[in-house]
């Protein structure tokens, strides 16, 4: 029977169930939410030192402050009380290796059908990391806007630099 | 000057590059995406053992196969190689505590404006995780879904109970 990565992963399950102390309440305790690139190399859990119950970790192929991104951030901090928000995107991204029109038209070829959405690809690092801080600062729904923070991760050394947003 | 929980996980990113050994290659090494609730305790990076470079993560507010989810896998699967999908729901959901209508109803109140999407509660853990893998397959966008596994994830134990689909 072939082993899987799910498989693997449900191995460690048990290693970390059994050193495990819980349940932490519902509400984040440090009130943040980090909107982050889904990439396998940004873990966002060693890189900003989150334990258990800190914060909320929203993420999404690019990290963009997508209507869904949105929608995560409305329930964080009207529902469950976060204030500060984490934008984290990264060096070497894979948003940065295509362009929208051509995946969604590669999509269209392949299945007949393109994709409703944008792929929301990007050309500039900075430049997208203050396009979701704009959105996010325009959004009706996201009621806190004051401490928004944006950075980008060298997936080289592990070290955030801050974008001026 | 106050500090705030976005400085002290700067602190934590100092430490954490100092430690650090990269880069790591662009495609995910286990070829696996995962798609997990926000929520701050479920610490997927803990839970599933994951390490730099294994996998991508996506999350939202409930780990919902929302279209922007949909988006990430397709960019997962299709640009970066991955074949398996891992959905992680968790007990004592936020998403079980409130009804669509009427948070979107009090966004209105509020700010005039109704959001033009759906909150994405959900009445019973099992079902949406079900939902959550029926959306992926039934998707045109994404093309491997052999291998789509479905978790609820116990926050007082820290253990992944797996759900028929």
């Known amino acids: 029977m072939t082993d899987t990565a799910t498989d693997h992963y449900l191995r460690n399950n048990a290693d970390y169930a059994a050193a ?3 349940p932490l309440p519902l509400p984040p305790a440090r009130r943040t939410a980090v909107l982050a690139c889904m990439d396998a190399r940004l873990n966002v859990y060693g890189a900003l030192g989150l334990a258990e ?10 990290g963009v402050a997508t209507d869904d991104a949105i929608r995560s951030l409305a329930i964080s901090q009207r529902l469950l009380g976060t ?22 038209e590669s999509i269209r070829e392949e299945t007949g059908v393109k994709p409703p959405w944008a792929a929301e690809a990007f050309a500039d690092l900075e430049t997208d990391v203050r396009q979701s801080a704009a959105r996010i600062r325009t959004s009706p729904f996201v009621p806190h806007t004051d401490a928004v923070r944006g950075f980008v991760l ?3 050394t592990g070290l955030l ?5």
Do not use: Q
């Open 20 to 22: 495990f102390d819980g």
């Open 154 to 156: 060298d997936v080289a």
């Open 83 to 104: 204030r500060e928000i984490i934008l984290i995107h990264h060096t070497d991204c894979g948003m940065l290796t295509f362009g929208d029109d051509a995946f969604r």
């Open 53 to 62: 119950g800190d914060s909320h970790v929203i993420r999404n192929a690019g």
């Open 161 to 165: 630099k801050e974008v001026v947003l």
